[in-house]
């Protein structure tokens, strides 16, 4: 049996979606396959999603960045700054917070998902972002932002990077600028808490899933549901929202869900002919290991999304369309003609990497000890 160490991680994702929270779920695994305690941080929609894939793992409660989106796309960049002032006030409680729980739980190790404040000299801290550079309407304001960024990222020890490494990976630009961060960047291979493809019986003609910050989320929701209305199809239809009560009733061969564990959404996509989702990053990032035919409708207004969507279309891994100008029959005639070349990715780069640091600590505590018994 492996030794066990005194290692404890600390996991903070970001509250911008569930994807930063379904990402990370991965990376816990091994950190727990690596013998380390694990501790997440987390509030509402993430910490739901969390508690549902690791109920015996302590969460703490973390207030998150708590960003809200525009109805309308154009005034989307202009809300953003306008909540700067409270972005930059929860990264200061974030480092008031972690020099607390540092002392008071013996953190060791702090893996944190695009949060900035979740930073300290005491300890390893590790950033996961694939948005090294922020893409924005102005070439000038994303050299601003870009350099805003990494003055936030060169603070910690490493920068993890949810991507492949080489030409041939998923978010572009995004990932791979042409300048890198001066600390450590080192490329987990793209991140998926599914597993594999597998062969099995078609039980859905279309997999919905609906993620991401309100109130587009619920925009999308309402259309496509909408859409359905004059589809004979199959239909599984995931809302994206983890520990919800609400329930909206299904119709025809309409199965409405609010949330589905790693297992079953795995089964669910190997039993669908088409997904239908937003541009999310860490949605591409399922969407590639399982090689499915996927439809993205990326979030209006969201700069990121749209490159991406752009990016993977132009690759012909996928179909996207802007939200306003959805039309469900359109795209599903369209999807049976699209080739679909969608590469095959390994994607677990990010185990030796998590394994590499682990060992690196455990190796310094072997060093201490065997110091003080000198």
């Not at 569930?18 to 991965?26: D, K, Q, S, V």
């Not at 309407?137 to 990494?150: C, G, H, K, T």
């Amino acid at each position: 049996m492996p030794k066990k160490f005194n290692t404890t991680v600390l996991v903070a994702p970001l509250d911008w979606g569930i994807g930063h929270a379904t990402r990370c779920i991965p990376i816990i695994n091994q950190l727990l396959h690596s013998n380390c305690r694990v501790i997440i941080a987390a509030e509402g929609l993430q910490k739901h999603l969390l508690q549902l894939e690791f109920p015996h793992l302590q969460i703490l409660p973390l207030m998150g960045y708590r960003i809200t989106y525009s109805t309308n796309k154009r005034l989307l960049p202009l809300k953003i700054i306008l909540q700067l002032p409270k972005v930059f006030k929860a990264i200061r409680n974030e480092r008031k917070w972690l020099r607390n729980a540092i002392t008071e739980f013996g953190i060791n190790v702090v893996i944190s998902d695009n949060r900035y404040g979740l930073q300290d000299s005491r300890v390893k801290c590790v950033i996961i972002t694939h948005q090294l550079t922020i893409k924005a309407p102005l070439a000038i304001i994303e050299r601003v932002m870009q350099s805003i960024n990494y003055s936030f990222i060169k603070m910690f020890d490493y920068c993890w990077v949810p991507d492949e490494k080489g030409e041939t990976n998923l978010a572009g630009i995004l990932s791979h600028p042409k300048k890198l961060p001066t600390i450590p960047v080192q490329y987990l291979g793209a991140l998926s808490r599914l597993n594999t493809k597998k062969a099995s019986e078609t039980k859905y003609d279309l997999l919905c899933i609906i993620s991401g910050p309100e109130p587009q989320r619920s925009l999308l929701e309402n259309k496509l549901l909408k859409n359905l209305e004059q589809y004979n199809g199959r239909v599984l239809f995931i809302r994206g929202l983890p520990g919800s009560r609400r329930v909206i009733p299904s119709f025809k061969d309409l199965t409405i869900v609010n949330h589905l564990p790693a297992a079953e959404l795995e089964k669910a996509f190997n039993e669908s002919t088409y997904v239908i989702s937003r541009t999310g990053y860490t949605t591409v990032m399922d969407l590639c290991k399982l090689q499915k035919k996927a439809i993205l409708i990326p979030t209006p207004g969201q700069t990121e999304q749209e490159y991406l969507a752009k990016h993977l279309y132009k690759q012909q891994w996928c179909l996207y369309y802007q939200q306003d100008k959805f039309s469900l029959n359109e795209a599903l005639k369209k999807a049976e003609t699209f080739p679909f070349k969608i590469p095959p990715f390994t994607m677990d780069s990010y185990k030796e990497i998590v394994d590499e640091l682990v060992n690196s600590l455990h190796r310094a505590e072997v060093d201490v000890t065997t110091f003080a018994i000198k």
